[in-house]
């Protein structure tokens, strides 16, 4: 750290940050100097500051690849050793790579920086493992990549194709996981803009970012060239492995996750223990599991169409039951009823039987079990009234929206005002039938 000791009093700012990671994504350590600082922001009477260092081996977010992390080392004015944890890096707009910490340093500062290796080694794990997915989905589905993703615990590729059938899928993995297995070469070059895009041409580079000057190519040998700024492997055996976890269709395509080296081992032996933990609640050993979910599938059908003629049972009962408390006045067979304790479906199932069940009858119910509640209103084929346009109506007047057709109409409304609402419908029904009968 000696001669940056020097260096530090005579460059206190550069226009950019000197990007070790571009030539070795294997450094873990290097020497640097502060060549600026500024405050981001201020909670609670702590600030976050922004360190800009005249070189640096911290990785910002860029290109589907996230940031690393790591620690920034110092020895304060005083004599005493600092270590300021690096909790985020970015770029601007301009280039500057930014160092998001707890504490501030003043420009000219010497540090030493460190980098979470754990993390680095395992985005190099999956940038590397997509390059060469990339690459095989291109060459045996005529698939290409349309965007990246190195999430935490999960990282994805979308292609501009159709969901590829099982045994293709399986098949890329193979061919991926043998070229790992035949240790690589992963190597990085850089060529004029111009190169590139020759290159681009003829086919032989996947694809070129919006950017002028030079080119960082990574390539792995004999199946992949690409242009990209991130932190790579030095061979694909270093990747350790590659799992297809799943594919889903998405609005441009489709979506492949994906996992690699010891991520690919964690996610596996998460697997295996959640197969375990089912086959043990299902009694039965890991391989037939499928079967005895199917056949718990199976049982669950028939057991919810058994409860479904049960309940149509219930409230035919239920309906003839409550149409012969009520009996006819001026014409009407209003039942008015409301529960705490019956599910929305019932409710309406209730309504419309009961509707049914009498003729000159109208059913007005309401469900408080959840709020807002429902309000069901019915009515028998012998009455001519719509009740659709009447619940509409009434519900116009408390700010709200339901509906539906003449025989039959439902919409919520708080509790607190359902019954205020149902009061208010028995009256439109009672005004509408007395208007019928003196027509």
């Given at each position: 750290m000696g001669r940056y000791r020097a260096l530090a009093q005579e460059k206190t700012r550069r226009l950019m940050s000197e990007r070790l990671y571009y030539s070795d994504s294997f450094l873990t350590s290097f020497d640097a100097a502060v060549t600026d600082v500024r405050e981001v922001s201020r909670q609670d009477g702590e600030s976050v500051w922004q360190l800009a260092l005249?070189?640096?081996?911290?990785y910002p977010t860029s290109g589907g690849q996230p940031m690393d992390r790591g620690v920034l080392h110092a020895i304060a004015r005083g004599g005493a050793a600092l270590e300021i944890p690096v909790?985020?890096?970015?770029?601007?707009?301009?280039?500057?790579?930014?160092?998001?910490?707890?504490?501030?340093?003043?420009?000219?500062?010497v540090v030493r920086g460190q980098?979470?290796?754990?993390?680095r080694f395992d985005h190099m794990q999956q940038h590397t493992g997509q390059h060469l997915l990339?690459?095989?989905?291109?060459?045996?589905?005529?698939?290409?990549?349309?965007?990246?993703?190195?999430?935490?615990?999960?990282?994805?590729?979308?292609?501009?194709?159709?969901?590829?059938?099982?045994?293709?899928?399986e098949r890329v993995e193979r061919v991926a996981n043998e070229i790992i297995g035949e240790d690589r070469p992963v190597t990085v070059s850089y060529v004029?803009?111009?190169?590139?895009?020759?290159?681009?041409?003829?086919?032989?580079l996947r694809k070129l970012p919006e950017r002028e000057g030079q080119i960082r190519l990574i390539a792995i040998a004999d199946c992949d060239r690409n242009a990209c700024g991130g932190t790579h492997l030095r061979s694909t055996g270093q990747i350790g492995g590659l799992q297809v976890r799943g594919v889903e269709k998405v609005s441009r395509g489709v979506r492949v996750e994906f996992a690699c080296g010891l991520r690919a081992v964690r996610a596996a032996r998460a697997d295996a223990a959640r197969l375990s933990e089912v086959a043990g609640a299902l009694s039965v050993g890991?391989?037939?599991v499928p079967a005895a979910v199917t056949r718990l599938l199976n049982e669950a059908k028939s057991g919810a169409k058994e409860r479904q003629r049960l309940r149509e049972e219930l409230t035919a009962y239920h309906a003839s039951r409550l149409a012969v408390e009520v009996p006819i006045e001026e014409g009407l067979r209003l039942v008015a009823r409301t529960?705490?304790?019956?599910?929305?479906?019932?409710?309406?199932?209730?309504a419309a039987r009961t509707a049914l069940a009498a003729p000159e009858t109208v059913a007005i119910f309401c469900a408080e079990e959840t709020n807002p509640a429902r309000v069901v209103m019915a009515r028998s084929l012998d009455l001519d009234f719509d009740c659709g346009r009447l619940l509409r109506e009434a519900l116009t007047e408390f700010g709200l929206r339901g509906g539906g057709s003449p025989d039959l109409a439902q919409g919520e409304v708080p509790i607190a005002q359902a019954a205020a609402l149902c009061a208010k419908l028995e009256d439109a029904v009672r005004r509408s039938v007395a208007g019928a009968h003196a027509v």
């Open positions: 005249d070189r640096t081996a911290f909790e985020q890096v970015e770029e601007d707009e301009h280039g500057e790579v930014w160092h998001f910490v707890r504490k501030p340093l003043t420009a000219g500062t980098i979470d290796w754990e993390r990339s690459a095989v989905f291109q060459k045996e589905l005529q698939a290409p990549t349309v965007s990246f993703h190195l999430g935490e615990s999960v990282s994805t590729i979308d292609l501009a194709a159709n969901v590829p059938a099982r045994h293709s899928l004029a803009r111009a190169e590139a895009e020759a290159m681009l041409a003829a086919g032989i890991a391989a037939d529960w705490k304790d019956r599910d929305r479906e019932y409710v309406r199932m209730l």
